[in-house]
Each structure stands twice: as structure tokens, then as C-alpha cells.
């Protein structure tokens, strides 16, 4: 498995509040996207806080356990990396308020477990299909649609689309969702922040993904199709290969 | 921040309100010598030129405003990075909190509190600033039932466009329209949506749509049919109920075209003529026609309310706090003056035919006693002597509603139609009990005055994830409003994380420990022990903390597991017994502790004869030697040699046995061999 993370302040915000990134343990990669919110400084400490949490947590995880175990330690780690947050938010008055969204995915030879709170998304792409959409969004936006108040079109240009409905640290408990599914050789998982996913299409996305080689050119074509289209905001992505290559 | 000054002139006393955007304390401005309320921006935001630029121009257009009903805005400033707004200081609470303590509102003071909030809305309006943001806690109301509207258009930084792409969490949707919930701009008609939330929430004490999240409350709005007033309280006024049904329409059209036209239909709505008013429920399609048919009614419906007004106790409030929000722009107000004068001047032809002859024929009575009485029996036994009643509310230790003076006292005699003036109790003063949540148990104890409640009740409880000392929660709540005396202040604090027992697993499995561990509310880690005899290997050798000892809930407890039997080196000692005479040896394999020297062996022979010398030769290899000699010598008699050998694990020893130079013996030990 080869993996690659970018993250890039885009062209509007003078502060990257996003943050990222893949830790490995043979036979498992975790990859890693935190939004930030909160306003003028503390947007960029909430994701931080998040990875040093999951970075800790990482030290911690031990390979050979079970199925069960390694759930347990996934959602263990999001607990943990919320009440980090929210404690440090309710110690500091100019942190108050503040919280990030997350999407990690667990990945070994056989599944990948994919976690996530907020509006940072976690794609799969299988042969050539489509792009799949594997995490839902936690947005206000996305949640007028699935009542059926406004059209998916609507939402892709709602004002009020930058309103999340869950984030990480932003209460005492968490409420994640966490999904497993199996993956073969071939395939290829991308984890973005939504400076990715509003600024560029799916089929921009697939397009590169088909048409680019090396896995770092990919990201970075990806990162500046975004700034091209505007770069409103951070623009953070993972992208895990399953390919022939080691495991590691 | 407390005593902080900010440009010099005003000096921060206390805070009193937090909001998302911005702090507000209250203020000494040192110059005009009066207090004031003044809203510091958060940091976070003072860094955003566009949302600064955003902020003043709003703070600026509010500034314009001059209403009785809208907080007035005095200055608006920076001081190095901090930006602020100073705004009249109001001593009072928030709707919230008198929605809290007093709803269901009765409709009289509903209508008397709706009607200002409606008029600052209104005017606000003219000048072309939506709200954006109404709720009770925007809302601030002081002991006189005085309203002052608060917040205008500050809502509107939140969606400059800088701050659009960055995600924030959705706050709560109790008062959001349903247009603004679908993502659509807020516009006039999103103000009246909130006002008949509000005014929905003052009349029935709850709020049309709740639920578990800001988002499925958002969806109510936008799906959901509110239960109407009148299933919640009987007591509201179908005209009432009908305003709000109107001001909460999901489609905006179909809403109060203006704010003044809800005022109008406000100001008449407790006239008795709509007593009987048909409810307009269910919103939909009926509804153009009921405003047509309403509105020819109701010019008529203000000249009866107008000629009421003497009689009409409550109105005697309204009249004190002047009727200005009445004399708001209308459009028709021409019209309406010719009407008015026409109504006084036949209204005085009629006093002058009917009224007046009875004065000069009034009969006296006497006043009865209603001290002591609530108000309600009061009124009722004053107006069978045809006495006016004329209310003054106070503060008072006599509960809520009783009439604690009166004036004339009773037994006097008046004429008919004389005032009696009341003071009726508004129950004790209250005070807005502080918050105290966050704040170290040890300094709170220091600064409380305990005096000033019945009692303040300290309750310990074990947190880990809240510091030790710091107060968790308080009853009554920050911010409402009590009777001190007569309220018991408890406050839970912290007492740090909670001390649990740590269970015995010295010689449970790894996976048995880590169950019990974690059961008892411990985190644990393994780490690798010592040999142990009696603990197999990988079972538990200890624990640290060890059992028997209290450790922090969600501690971590390091488990340290037994290698398993120690491999040691061991020893034996070999016997090997050399014979004179018969030249046979024996050895005894035994592990005898004596000393390593030679011994005399017992079984003396019984040869008298004298023998011959045999000369013994032993070499030996264990750990610690290597082909060694053991012994050289002579001997004439049998002889038993003790060899101690000190074998390695997994090693072995071994001897070899010369007896005149011929090797009698060679052996072998192995580690295994020996127990």
C-alpha cells in the first residue's frame, strides 16, 4: 500500500486550519483529515490537538489484536481525541468554542475501517468505476437534502453550506460514524477536507485519479485544480493505494 | 478584563453576558458618571478586517436608531486589537428568563410586553435593518415590564463572506424561519416568523418545535404544524392564537405583510369585539379571505377599545408607559385623527348628556376591605360597589398577587365611581443568582456571602474529567431570578477523579486482568515481570498500583506478567566412590549438601589387610570449569569423592575418572537430568 498526504492554505485564507496525515504500522496504515473551526486561532489548534491525540493513541495500537479490539481502539481514540479538545476549549476563553471535523481510515491488505465526524469526506474508487462517496456528510446542507427540502444542486451552492452538525470537541461525547468494508488490490481511497470536495468535481477527481501515474503528482493535481477553481478554503487529502507493492 | 479601562472611560466592573461573537460587561462610563453595557469582540474575529468592517457598519446603522424599545448605542470604538460597542445599561433580565419564570404570560401583559417588542422591530425595519436574530435572550426587560430590544443586525457578521467557507457548528434553530433553515436570506418576513416563536413562547410557556439537535429542530420548521396556543392554554384569546398562526406561516407571503400591520392586529386583539374572533387555523388557503374580511372591522374595533379605556383596570399600565408605540407611522394616521376627533367630541356629547346628570345624583358607599385579598377578588368585590380599581404593582414579601394596601382604607364612604387605588404585591424582590460554574470551590467560599441566601449546601462529587475544586453545576441556575432568602444555593464541585479500588489479578490470565482492570475503570498496560516459581508464565505477577491500594478512575495500571519459572543455573554435587582392593568404583548420583572436600566414606572396608596405593585422577567441565582437575592423589583404602557441578541451562558437565591411569569413568549430566 503506498499513501500520500498534501495539505495546502489555498488561495483566500491566510491561516491553514486543516491538518492530516498517515501513520504507518505493518500491516496497517491509518490515514488521517482534520477541518478546524473556531474562528481566528483556534480553528488550526482543535485539528492539531486531534493528530497529537491520534498520534499518541497510534503508539498504543497494537497490530495483532482482533477485529473487535481494533474497533474499540479506533472509537477509543476518537473519545479520546474529542475530550482533549473539549477540555483545552473550556480551559482557554480564546479556544472557546472551537472544534474540528475528522475522517480516518484504518486500512490493511483486507478492509478498511473509516470513522468520521463533520463534513470531511472519505471517497473509495474501485477499477474505473465512479468515485463512491463512502462517508456521510454531518452538514446542514446535507441534511435539508435527505428531508428532501432542497436539491443536491441547491446544496452545492447554499450559502449556508459551510454549517457542520457534528464536529470533534465541540461536547463532551462524540458522535461518530464508523463504517468497515472490504478492499482489493486496485483500489484506491481518498480522504479530503471540504476545500477539496466543494472546489472540485468528482469527475475532475476520477480524472486524475485514471490519467496521473505517481501517486504525489495525483495529489498535488488535485490540490491545484482546487486553488484553479478558487481555493476558498484549505484544501487537505490523503489518498491510500492498494497496489502490488509491500505492504508498507 | 474586570477593571480593565478601555480608552481611558470606561472602567470594566462585571461581566454579564457571553455570547458566540462577543462578551458584555457592564461598564462605569467615567465621564457621564453612569453605567453601561459594553460588548467586547472575541479575538478571534478581531483579526477578520471584512468581519470588523461588517461589525461597524451594522453596529454603526443601529447606532441611528433611537427608540424607547431598542437598546441605545452610545459608542462604538477600538483599542488596539479590541473592538467594542458601549449600549445603554439595562437593569434587568432577559425574556428567557421571564418567559421562564412567568409563562404562560397572561394575554394583558403579553400583549403589553409583544406590543414594544413589535414597535422596535417595526422601526427598525423603516430604516432597512433586519434583525435577524430574534429570541428572549435578545430581549432584555426590567422590573416595570419595560422592554428593550437588543442585538440588531450584529447577526448579520456571522455570514460575511470571509467567514462563509470556514465550517462552523450549527447553533440552535428554536427561532429561525423556515426560509432561513432552507439557507434563503433573512428578510422582514424572517423577524415576524421569530417575533410569533417568541410571542407562541410567552403565551403557552413552550417553544413550538423542539428537539434533540439544532438540525431536527430546524426541519420541524420547516415541515412541522405547530400544536395551536389555544390545545396548550385555553386562556389565550382566539385573536391571539390567530396572530400567531398568521405571524407563522411556512410561506413568507402568506405571513403579516409588515411588522406595523402585526401591530395593528396586536393593539386590538384583546378588545372585546374579537372576543369571539374565528380562528383562522388551518393556515392554508383560507387565509386571504379572513384578512379581508378582518380588516373593515377594524377601524371600528380601535374607536370601542379607545372609549374602554377608563374601564379597563390593566390599561392603566399601558397608559403610564405612554402609548407612543400606538403612534407609530401609519399610513392612515389622517384618517384616522379625523376619526378620532369625531369619536372625542361625540363621545363628550354623550358624557355630557348622560354622565354628567348622574354625577349629581351619585350614591355613596362604603369601601369594603380587600387588603389581604389577591387582586382578582379585590377587583370583583370594588367593581359590585361600582368602584374603579387602579393597580400599582410592588415588590413586596407578601406572596405574588395580594393587595397589601389600599387607599381609600376600608370602611370609608365614597361616591360611586370613585377610584380606589391598590399596591399589589409583585411577590419579594429577586436577584439574578450569579454563575458560578467554573469558577475554584475554595475561592467562591471566600468571596460568597453566605447571608445573603437561606443557605449554600457545598456537594463533593468525583470527576476525571473536570479539575479538582472547580464547581461542575449550580441550582438555581446562573441568570434566574430568585428570592435570595428564600433559596438554597448548591453547588456541585469537583472533587477530582474518583478513587477506586484496585482489584486483585495476581495470577489471572492477561486477558482476565485486562477484563477486571477495565471493569473497574482503569486503563491498562502490560510490561514484562520477573520470573516467578509460582506464577506461570504470562499469568499476572503484580500490578502497579498493586492491589489493595486506590488509584484515579481511568488510571493507568501497569501489569506486569511472570516470565514463568526462573532457568538457573543449577548445581549438584556427584558422588563417585573409588575402591581399593577389588578396583571397582561406584557412584552415587546425589545431591547431598555437604562440603565439597573429601569424605571419609563409611563403608570402612573390613580388609585388614594392608593395600596397595591406587593413584585417582578426576577431571571435570561444567560453567565454570573447563577440563579442570578435581583431584590428584593417592589412596589406599576406598574412597568417596563429592564433585559439586554447576550446570548452565540447556548446558551440561561433564567427569572423567582416572584410577592408575586408566579412565574407569567418563559421564555426562545434562541440565534436564537433574531436578
Known sequence: MKAVFKTDPGKLREHNEDNGGIFRKSPYILAVIADGMGGHQAGDVASKLALEKINECWNQFDVEEDDAAIIRWLENTVTVANAYIFGEASKHPEYKGMGTTLVAALCNTEEVIVVNVGDSRCYLMHDQEALKQITEDHSLVNELVKAGQITKEYADVHPKKNIITKALGIASEPDCDIQRFRWVKGDRLLLCSDGLSDMVSEEAIMSVFSNVDSLDEKASQLVTKANNAGGNDNISLTIVEYDDGESL | ?675
Not at chain 2, 139 to 167: C, E, P, R, W
Not at chain 2, 219 to 231: A, G, M, S, T, V
Not at chain 2, 439 to 452: F, G, Q
Open chain 2, 1 to 675: 478584563m474586570i477593571g480593565k479601562r478601555i480608552n481611558g472611560r470606561y472602567k470594566i466592573i462585571s461581566r454579564i453576558g457571553d455570547g458566540g461573537m462577543a462578551v458584555v460587561y457592564k461598564a462605569q462610563d467615567l465621564i457621564l458618571d453612569r453605567y453601561c453595557a459594553i460588548k467586547i469582540l472575541r479575538q478571534q474575529f478581531s483579526m477578520d478586517d471584512a468581519f470588523i468592517r461588517r461589525f461597524r457598519r451594522e453596529a454603526e446603522a443601529v447606532a441611528s436608531l433611537s427608540h424607547p424599545n431598542i437598546v441605545n448605542i452610545y459608542d462604538i470604538g477600538e483599542e488596539e486589537d479590541l473592538y467594542y460597542i458601549v449600549m445603554e445599561y439595562i437593569d434587568g433580565t432577559t425574556l428567557k428568563t421571564y418567559i421562564k419564570n412567568f409563562a404562560p404570560v397572561p394575554p394583558e401583559n403579553a400583549v403589553f410586553v409583544l406590543k414594544q417588542i413589535a414597535s422596535a422591530i417595526e422601526q427598525a425595519h423603516q430604516y432597512g435593518i433586519i434583525h435577524r436574530d430574534i429570541k428572549p435572550q435578545n430581549i432584555l426587560i426590567d422590573d416595570q415590564d419595560h422592554v428593550k430590544v437588543t442585538d440588531f443586525g450584529i447577526a448579520m457578521g456571522l455570514t460575511s463572506t470571509t467567514i462563509t467557507y470556514t465550517n462552523s457548528i450549527m447553533g440552535s434553530a428554536h427561532y429561525i424561519s423556515p426560509e432561513q433553515a432552507r439557507g434563503e436570506k433573512a428578510t422582514v418576513k424572517s423577524d415576524i416568523y421569530a417575533f410569533g416563536i417568541v410571542m407562541y413562547e410567552m403565551l403557552t410557556g413552550q417553544l413550538p418545535f423542539s428537539g434533540d439537535s439544532p438540525v431536527s429542530v430546524a426541519l420541524k420548521h420547516l415541515n412541522d404544524e405547530i400544536i395551536p396556543p389555544r390545545d396548550l392554554n385555553a386562556d389565550i384569546l382566539p385573536s391571539l392564537e390567530n396572530i400567531i398562526f398568521k405571524a407563522l406561516d411556512k410561506n413568507p407571503d402568506d405571513r403579516y405583510e409588515s411588522m406595523s400591520v402585526l401591530y395593528d392586529d396586536l393593539s386590538t386583539a384583546l378588545s372585546p369585539e374579537r372576543m369571539n374572533e374565528p380562528s383562522i387555523m388551518p393556515f392554508k388557503e383560507a387565509d386571504p379571505d379572513q384578512t379581508l374580511i378582518m380588516s373593515p372591522l377594524k377601524e371600528n374595533k380601535d374607536v370601542l377599545s379607545i372609549d374602554d379605556t377608563s374601564s379597563e383596570p390593566d390599561n392603566s399600565e399601558e397608559q403610564k408607559t405612554g402609548n407612543s408605540p400606538a403612534k407609530k407611522g401609519k399610513k392612515n394616521r389622517k384618517k384616522r385623527v379625523i376619526m378620532w376627533i369625531s369619536i372625542v367630541i361625540l363621545a363628550l356629547i354623550v358624557a355630557a348628556i348622560i354622565v354628567i346628570p348622574k354625577w349629581l345624583q351619585v350614591d355613596n358607599v362604603q369601601v369594603p376591605k380587600v387588603k389581604g385579598l389577591t387582586y382578582e377578588q379585590a377587583k370583583e368585590r370594588l367593581e359590585d360597589k361600582n368602584l374603579i380599581v387602579k393597580k400599582k404593582v410592588v415588590y413586596d414579601d407578601a406572596s405574588l398577587g395580594v393587595v397589601i394596601s389600599q387607599d381609600p382604607l376600608s370602611g370609608i364612604e365614597v361616591k360611586e365611581h370613585s377610584k380606589v387605588h391598590l399596591l399589589v404585591s409583585k411577590g419579594p424582590k429577586k436577584a439574578v443568582i450569579q454563575d458560578y460554574v467554573g469558577d475554584d470551590i475554595s475561592t467562591v467560599k471566600e468571596l460568597i456571602n453566605a447571608n445573603k441566601y437561606k443557605d449554600v449546601n457545598y456537594i463533593g462529587v468525583s470527576s476525571s474529567k473536570i479539575p479538582k475544586g472547580q464547581i461542575i453545576s449550580q441550582t438555581p441556575e446562573a441568570g434566574s431570578k430568585k428570592v435570595p432568602k428564600n433559596t438554597v444555593l448548591k453547588l456541585t464541585y469537583s472533587t477530582g477523579p474518583k478513587q477506586i479500588d484496585v482489584p486483585n489479578v495476581q495470577g489471572d490470565s492477561k486477558g482476565s486482568a485486562e477484563i477486571s482492570l477495565e471493569n473497574a475503570g482503569f486503563e491498562v498496560v502490560f510490561a514484562e515481570g520477573d520470573y516467578s516459581d509460582n506464577v506461570p508464565e504470562g499469568s499476572v505477577l503484580k500490578t502497579d498500583p498493586s492491589s489493595g491500594s486506590q488509584a484515579e478512575e481511568g488510571a493507568t495500571i501497569t501489569v506486569y506478567l511472570s516470565k514463568g519459572k526462573e532457568e538457573r543455573p543449577k548445581t549438584t554435587v556427584e558422588q563417585i566412590t573409588v575402591t581399593v582392593n577389588n578396583t571397582t568404583t561406584q557412584t552415587n548420583n546425589g545431591s547431598t549438601d555437604g562440603d565439597n572436600g573429601e569424605q571419609q566414606a563409611n563403608q570402612t572396608s573390613n580388609n585388614e589387610n594392608v593395600s596397595q596405593q591406587v593413584n585417582v585422577v578426576i577431571y571435570y567441565t561444567d560453567a565454570k570449569h573447563d577440563h579442570a582437575q578435581f583431584v590428584n592423589g593417592s589412596i589406599s583404602k576406598t574412597k568417596v569423592y563429592n564433585l559439586p557441578l554447576t550446570i548452565d541451562p540447556g548446558s551440561k558437565a561433564n567427569y572423567q575418572v582416572y584410577k592408575d591411569g586408566q579412565l574407569i569413568q567418563d559421564k555426562t549430566i545434562r541440565y534436564n537430568d537433574i531436578d
